[in-house]
């Protein structure tokens, strides 16, 4: 039991942790807008309204979050990855610097090049299935 007040004192801990509950409070957030701009992407969609309207009368406020169970699954683990990547490659990129210092615009800069390719290397795989999902609708994902 004494792994955890020593995680979150670190520095790595609380990014971790930090970049946890950021992109759960964001998956949560922003999911059924989510769901609405990958329905518009549909041929023939209609407006986001009509879109809004049939989901709700069809599948209800569930429709709107159907396939959040990959992102949500994998966004604790991928938000402090990313957070914990970026510390490292920003500083790792410029070596000048000290530690108790903060990163100069080099580090900043190319440790969030580096970051968002691993990232999007990563979770290429993730995305796809979600979108997937979300283009079900409740008529196809029942059995004949």
Known sequence: ???WPEFLASS???????????GIAGII???PLDTLRIRLQQPNPGSAFS??????????????YRGMGAPLASVTFQNAMVFQTYAILS???DSSVSASDPPSYKGVALGGVGTGAIQSILLSPVELVKIRLQLQNKKSCKSP
């Open 51 to 64: 879109i809004l309207r049939r989901v709700m009368a069809g599948e209800g406020p569930a429709g709107l």
């Open 12 to 22: 790595w801990g609380r990014e971790f942790v930090a970049g946890g509950f950021g």
């Open 29 to 31: 957030s922003g999911y």
């Open 1 to 3: 039991m004494d792994f």
């Open 91 to 93: 500083r790792a990129f």
